[in-house]
């Protein structure tokens, strides 16, 4: 069984969990967006430790709280763990915070980071294949300290296509242009995807995941 939700269908489960709806939060979403907190969390351990994550192709996503960096200042932890020879293992931001739209206007943001080791002052850090992306409410392109976000996280196996939403643009981000930029929901009045043998599905009010069966395929 698969789970894979667009990024607007994240940032609902998202909502849902925030505000405890339990009309919109649908029964089986903790199993598969767990919760981590603490020192289980995602810039606390490398990611193949993390419940369910490994090197062959499962995606995983996981409900946390983003932690400063410092006691002062703003800037997030992202460091997994220090080596005894001064270097790190740590989440870089690659590309732009991209603001994902509902209807054109901005619901939340979303973030690309991937995983370095060997990072530090006097070495060459070393890009390796954990990619994490990492989405949160609002209308602020960052994140604050405590409040609950999501973060996809896999180990790519496959290089990107060139022209994917993760390549950068030069143009400035303004909510009422049609621009690259943004991570736009094409079809508002519904979460589901179009089933092209079947042009008369009814969406629905509720916001539900997306599962694939090997067998046969459903929405729950």
């Not at 998202?14 to 810039?43: F, M, S």
């Not at 290089?159 to 930029?181: E, F, H, W, Y």
């Not at 943004?182 to 008369?200: A, C, I, R």
């Amino acid at each position: 069984m698969k789970f894979d939700p667009s990024d607007v269908e994240v940032l609902e489960h998202l909502e849902a969990k925030v505000r405890l709806d339990d009309h919109k939060l649908h029964p089986l979403i903790d199993e598969y967006i767990q919760t981590i907190e603490g020192e289980d969390g995602i810039c606390y351990t490398h990611p193949e430790n993390l419940p369910g994550a490994s090197k062959y192709g499962q995606v995983r996503h996981y409900f946390h709280r983003p932690l400063k960096a410092y006691t002062t200042g703003t800037r997030k932890r992202r460091k997994v763990h220090a080596d005894e020879d001064g270097s790190e293992t740590r989440w870089h931001k690659t590309g732009k915070t991209r603001p994902i739209l509902v209807q054109g206007n901005v619901k939340g943001y979303k973030k690309i980071l991937v995983l370095y080791t060997n990072y530090g002052k006097k070495k060459r850090p070393e890009k390796t294949n954990w990619v994490m992306h990492q989405y949160h409410l609002g209308n602020n392109a960052d994140e604050k300290e405590g409040e609950i976000i999501v973060s996809k996280v896999f180990y790519q196996t496959q290089p990107r296509q060139c022209g994917s939403n993760v390549k950068d643009s030069s143009s400035r981000i303004k909510p009422n242009l049609n621009t690259s930029n943004f991570v736009e929901y094409y079809n508002p009045t519904s979460l589901f995807s179009f089933n092209k043998f079947d042009h008369n599905d009814q969406s629905s009010s509720h916001v539900l995941p997306k599962f694939q069966v090997n067998n046969n395929s459903f929405m729950s």
